[in-house]
């Protein structure tokens, strides 16, 4: 069975940093392309930033660009969301998603997601 | 602002069918047959009911269908049961001179 779960969300300060983390198992982490995308309280979906199989290529939405990085660990099956500056407007659930395979840009699996809240 | 317009919401009674639209332009739903649908209950994490326009994933009903014209693409759910109701999300690939994704702003539908 395909599981992804999120860990590391939580309370911090306008400015601070967080380091977000997705395990994953039930399937070969290696050979899948992997997302991180956000749901505001109340709001609507988000897409934040996408890392090939390899990690070999990442790309990030302008709002995060410059602020958060991807990367993934294919030996421990495990892929992070490393974010800095943190802002009141980064305030949200954040998903790691699957590409599913042979598709693109479609997510087939997600977690069950990380509050990320960011406040005085 | 999302990228992608949607109606903020639908209804309909069991057993009809209804289409939900999601508006783009022509660099993004326009351009590219890789809208996606996603069907999101409260308080869970999203699904994939429709990908790359009209593909349903395994496991998803056949009452569930994808089509396109020009920007806007629909969703059209038949034969709508209790456990439909949901939010749905459409996705679209929105790369030009750079990767880009962009989700519209969600439908809420209600079965009556």
């Known amino acids: 069975e395909v599981q992804l779960v999120e860990s590391g969300g939580g309370l911090v300060q306008p400015g601070g940093s967080l380091r977000l983390s997705c395990a994953a198992s039930g399937f070969t982490f290696s050979s899948y392309e992997m997302n991180w995308v956000r749901q505001a309280p109340g709001k609507g979906l988000e897409w934040v930033s996408y890392i090939s199989s390899s990690g070999s290529t990442i790309y990030y939405a302008d709002s995060v660009k410059g602020r958060f990085t991807i990367s993934r660990d294919n030996a421990k099956n495990s892929l992070y969301l490393q974010m800095n500056s943190l802002r009141a407007e980064d305030t949200a659930v954040y998903y790691c998603?699957?590409?599913?395979?042979?598709?693109?840009?479609?997510?087939?699996?997600w977690g069950q997601g990380t509050l990320v809240t960011v406040s005085s | 602002q999302s990228a992608l317009t949607q109606p903020a919401s639908v209804s309909g009674s069991p057993g009809q069918s209804i289409t939900i639209s999601c508006t783009g332009t022509s660099s993004d739903v326009g351009s590219y047959n890789l809208v996606s649908w996603y069907q999101q209950h409260p308080g869970k994490a999203p699904k994939l009911m429709i990908y790359e326009g009209s593909k349903r994933p395994s496991g998803v009903s056949n009452r569930f269908s994808g089509s396109k014209s020009g920007n806007t693409a629909s969703l059209t759910i038949s034969g709508l049961q209790a456990e439909d109701e949901a939010d749905y999300y459409c996705?679209?690939?929105?790369?030009?001179?750079?990767?880009?994704?962009?989700f519209g702003g969600g439908t809420k539908l209600t079965v009556l």
């Open positions: 998603a699957r590409v599913k395979g042979g598709s693109w840009i479609s997510f087939d699996y």
């Open positions: 996705c679209s690939y929105a790369g030009s001179s750079t990767f880009n994704v962009v």
